[in-house]
């Protein structure tokens, strides 16, 4: 397992996405994570040995937004070992307050994270 990306502070939100075979989804769920308005988030994605250029379309999204670069981490397996373990992959990783799990097909409101943090901060 590779890891690269580093983080300056501790974030309050770590988003966790597994990749693999998801070159039509992923730009758009990368776009809608990366603009957030919430700025204190680490982004995880784990490259589940996808076999098709998934990585490379989310490497140009990721070129569109260098203000997040040091928020970013790229976890590569050298195999696939599935969703469920990519998952857990993701989470070792996480240093976040709160975990999110994002599928790589799902997208979201540019002040969703932020919103969830204002609610969870309330109770």
Known sequence: ME????????PMVS????IYKVRGFIARCADSLLGQTLQ???FIFVNDCTPDD????????IDNYPN????????????NKGLPTARNTGLSAATGKYI???????YMEK???????????KI
């Open 3 to 10: 890891e690269k990306g580093k983080m300056m502070t501790t």
């Open 54 to 61: 998934s990585m490379d379309v989310l490497a140009g999204v």
């Open 15 to 18: 988003v966790i996405v597994p």
């Open 68 to 79: 997040r670069s040091n928020r970013i981490k790229i976890i590569n397996h050298d195999v």
């Open 100 to 106: 999110y799990h994002c599928d790589s097909d799902d």
């Open 111 to 121: 002040n969703m994270l932020e919103r969830l943090v204002v609610s969870a901060e």
């Open 40 to 42: 204190n988030v680490e």
